[in-house]
T-cell receptor, first 112, second 114 residues
């Protein structure tokens, strides 16, 4: 079962533009994570935001979390061609357990 | 450098054959996970293990088996009972095995049917 749904499924932008990806989930969570996957490679952890946090920054990344809407967004500012990848959100559930449930991902293409 | 090593990178399976995918980590992590990724899809959990000699089924365990005899190793066997094994398989690990920890991933094994 997949908890997270990313939107849009695919996004194409020019270098220097900002990219925003959204994630919606179904059940209450303790935390939400964002990962990046380059083509044919494993996932790389980007950022974790807890349910009592509303916003978190890491370099050019900004993540927001709205637990009332069960949604999160990932903003990449001043994008670069090297940001081209798929981005996934992953959630736990407040029901407990130690598993992550991954969304379907957003494919980001940044053109030079 | 610490990390997760998956091998082989590409694997081909014949009809009726079992194949084993290797996953080794030198991060001293307690928990290890196996995921399956189909084209354009997210990750689905096959099996996970929080401690040596113990493991639990994930969402799609049928047709797969695992073992956890050593902390650093978590091999996955794709059995002949798995009728649609073609996919990208990813192994991951976390410290403590809790969902509030980042997962570290290997670079995957791509399995195809001959």
């Amino acid at each position: 079962s997949q908890q997270g749904e990313e939107d849009p499924q695919a996004l194409s932008i020019q270098e220097g533009e900002n990219a925003t990806m959204n994630c919606s989930y179904k059940t209450s969570i303790n935390n939400l994570q964002w990962y990046r996957q380059n083509s044919g490679r494993g996932l790389v952890h980007l950022i974790l935001i807890r349910s009592n946090e509303r916003e978190k920054h890491s370099g050019r990344l900004r993540v927001t979390l709205d637990t009332s809407k069960k949604s999160s967004s990932l903003l990449i500012t001043a994008s670069r061609a090297a940001d081209t990848a798929s981005y996934f959100c992953a959630t736990d559930t407040s029901l407990g357990g130690d598993k992550l449930i991954f969304g379907t991902g957003t494919r980001l293409q940044v053109f030079p | 450098d610490g990390g997760i090593t998956q091998s082989p990178k590409y694997l081909f399976r014949k009809e009726g054959q079992n194949v084993t995918l290797s996953c080794e980590q030198n991060l001293n992590h307690d928990a290890m996970y196996w995921y399956r990724q189909d084209p354009g899809q997210g990750l689905r959990l096959i099996y996970y293990s929080q401690i040596v000699n113990d493991f639990q089924k994930g969402d799609i365990a049928e047709g797969y088996s695992v073992s956890r005899e050593k902390k650093e190793s978590f091999p996955l066997t794709v059995t002949s009972a798995q009728k649609n094994p073609t996919a990208f398989y990813l192994c991951a690990s976390t410290q403590g095995g809790f969902s509030n920890q980042p997962q570290h991933f290997g670079d995957g094994t791509r399995l195809s049917i001959l």
